[in-house]
């Protein structure tokens, strides 16, 4: 993403990664028990690492 991002692109890259680590969530709880989890967790992590980067941005923007 551009560093001059918009506040809107930015809101609006901040609900796709909160929509993905809902998905994220369902498909963890889907898939207890299988060697799928530790994969799901490593997603989770990659995208709440991206949503708090986005977050942060977002506030520097006011």
Do not use: C, F, V, W
């Not at 001059?4 to 369902?26: C, G, V, W, Y």
């Not at 530790?38 to 520097?60: C, G, T, V």
Request: charged share 30%; net charge negative.
């Amino acid at each position: 993403m551009p560093e001059n991002a918009s506040k809107q692109d930015l809101d609006d890259q901040i609900a796709i990664a909160r929509r993905n680590i809902a998905d994220l969530m369902e498909q963890a709880t889907a898939t207890s028990g299988s060697g799928a989890e530790e994969a799901i967790a490593n997603r989770i992590n990659e995208q709440q690492d991206r949503l708090n980067a986005l977050l942060k941005r977002r506030e520097a923007l006011g």
